[in-house]
């Protein structure tokens, strides 16, 4: 069975840093197009940044980009983000979501993506 794992959310002041990461289990990952998405309370789920199998990268918005890094182990099966200077707006709870190897290279669109996490809080406060 496949299985996503976050973890490393939590509550950070404006301004800090957290790591998430991805754990993936039930079967090998590093072929697979894996990606970052956040949703906020009473917002839609939304992309946060990708990374495939060769390390191709997309990121949201200008708003994300220099203050997120996604990357991944593939020896490892873990996905990872490190975010930096926070901001409330972040807040959010973050989704890590992997896609089938001959499905898509990369993508933005979280319906491309079939298998997901539970997810992470992650909260900062102004």
Same mark, same amino acid.
Request: aromatic share 10%; glycine share 10%; net charge positive.
């Given at each position: ?11 950070? *002041? #404006?301004? $800090?840093?957290? +790591?998430?990461?991805? /754990? @993936? ?9 894996? !990606?970052?998405?956040? *949703? #906020?309370? $009473?917002?839609? +789920?939304?992309?946060? /940044? @990708? ?9 949201? !918005? ?12 593939? /020896? ?51």
């Amino acid at each position: 069975q496949v299985q996503l794992v976050e973890s490393g959310g939590g509550l950070v *002041q #404006a301004g $800090g840093s957290l +790591r998430l990461s991805c /754990a @993936a289990s039930g079967r090998t990952f590093s072929r697979n197009p894996m !990606a970052w998405f956040r *949703q #906020a309370p $009473g917002k839609e +789920r939304e992309f946060v /940044a @990708a990374i495939n199998w060769s390390g191709a990268i997309i990121y949201a !918005a200008d708003s994300n980009k220099g203050r997120f890094t996604i990357s991944r182990d593939n /020896a490892k099966n873990t996905m990872y983000l490190q975010m930096n200077n926070l901001k409330a707006e972040d807040t959010a709870v973050y989704y890590c979501a992997a896609a089938p190897p001959d499905k898509i290279i990369i993508s933005r669109r979280k319906g491309d993506y079939d298998y997901w996490g539970q997810g992470t809080q992650v909260t900062v406060s102004s």
